[in-house]
């Protein structure tokens, strides 16, 4: 089986400046894959570099064995919640069967078909009953679940994930968290860029500690110690101990 | 009423009521998509920069559409060019360059000594309705409606979530300039019934109002389009009525339209808003 993500020396640089460097990284099919690391340490960045939005400078991102291009269609994307427009004029449902636009390609149009596979999605995250809200009158948790729920309607094989446990209540988190074990139990590869590093041992099979470069790649008990942690916050320690804490 | 029996009467009134509503109608779909995007502004911009475009081609004897879609994506171009190759914002390219276009127009209308008259160019004059612009206008409006049809679900998807349109493949800033083509068509099309100046106006009032009336898409364009085709009716009739330009009175008759749902809409109405907040108040535990 070929890998899911393989990635050889990766650099990408902003406005002439670095944001990350030497990236080298091979993730198998079937993992769970958190990524973690400071702010500003070049997490979405990366992620960003994995789904071709920004150009690399250096090295190469290898996608099940081909390029991105040719795989974009077994590729769902859950952008930040920050990034949408929440009062656009769209319902839960329609949302969800947006997931099914990729495979329809151009010119034809959702059908009953499609209608009842993005219901059933919905149904997956347990959102049905929500199916003819606009979407800005749902909580952050509900919609962070449309939107998986958007994403699982793509039918991917590869599903990455920018900060979905950011401002959600605690049974959303356990739905998702629950939802992206089944999928992977169905061999699917989830890659999630994470902040709280209490829960990053339940939730990830590997986890990429990222600061610039990266830190530490590999199971969550062999990044999660302290000593590698420290090398990754250093500089948020040191400002720690400026305005005198700690 | 002599609206209507001068509408039976007079060959000149039908042609100005077809086209009026036809206008109406496609500023009011495009304009859903404008406003979703944010860029109100860009229309703006785009139907003062016909302006050259419209004194070329009425110098060279051509008909005005031609030239108006030839300067109008080149300044949609222009504005991409400057925003993408510097640090300059887009809203500030858009500034660049649509005042830099209209005042090339003022001095080419001038220098041309062409036969248009500016005012109407500038505000409207649907009564003068000449029969080859109101097939101009009913083309384009077609034209303009089968596009927005076809690529409705592209059109959708890029104005919500353009990442996620740009990673499953779609090229989103063609699209983005196949709508600014589309734009430039519907302001030309408008320039006889309301004109280069509140042309803006049509893109964005109806559209909005049905954006207060409604939280799905597909119905926002429907009742957008029903509401353009609205404020042109009655404010043709006031035109005709009280010898007023018709662009000033469609304009308003669309911001009436406006305000009723402003104030009254279902869900987003400011008084029904207010009441419910009260009605809370009065109803809250002390």
Known sequence: MVSALVLKNVHVSYHGKPAIQEIDLRVEQGNILGIIGPNGAGKSTLLKALLNLVPIDKGSIEILGSTLKENRKKIAYVPQRSEFDWDFPIHVLDTVLIGTYPNLGLFKRPKKKEKDWAYACLEQVGMEKFADRQIGELSGGQQQRVFLARALAQNADLFFLDEPFVGIDVSSEETIIHLLKELKDHGKTVVVIHHDLSKANDYFDQLLLLNKQVIHFGNPQEVLRPEIILKAYERELAFLHEVGVG | ?286
């Open chain 2, 1 to 286: 009423m002599a609206f209507i029996e001068g509408i039976i009467q007079y060959d000149f009134l039908q042609k100005a009521l077809m086209t009026s509503i036809m206008v109406g109608v496609i500023c009011g779909v495009i304009g859903c998509f404008i406003i979703l995007r944010g860029m109100a502004l860009m229309g703006d911009a785009i139907s003062h920069a016909v302006l050259p475009g419209v004194a070329i081609a009425y110098a060279l004897g051509i008909n005005f559409f031609f030239g108006a879609v030839f300067t109008g994506v080149l300044t949609a171009i222009g504005i991409g060019f400057v925003s993408q190759n510097s640090r300059i914002k887009q809203d500030t390219s858009i500034g660049i360059m649509f005042t830099a276009a209209f005042a090339l127009g003022v001095i080419l209308i001038t220098v041309l000594e062409s036969s248009t008259d500016l005012y109407h160019i500038l505000f409207g004059n649907v009564l003068a309705v000449r029969p080859s612009d109101m097939w101009i206008t009913l083309g384009t409006g077609v034209l303009v409606l089968v596009s927005v049809y076809i690529f409705y679900k592209e059109l959708l998807v890029t104005s919500f979530d353009p990442t996620m349109a740009e990673v499953y493949g779609l090229p989103v800033r063609l699209i983005h300039y196949f709508l600014m083509t589309l734009l430039t068509m519907v302001t030309v099309a408008s320039l006889q019934t309301v004109g280069i100046v509140l042309v803006v106006a049509m893109l964005i009032t109806p559209a909005a109002t049905a954006y207060l009336l409604t939280d799905r898409l597909s119905v926002m364009v429907f009742l957008s389009a029903a509401i353009g085709a609205s404020a042109s009716v009655i404010g043709l009739y006031f035109s005709f009525t009280y010898n007023l330009a018709s662009g000033a009175t469609i304009v308003l008759a669309a911001t009436a339209l406006f305000f009723m749902a402003f104030l009254f809409s279902p869900k987003q109405g400011v008084v029904w808003r207010k009441l419910s907040a009260k009605k809370k108040q009065a109803n809250a535990p002390i």
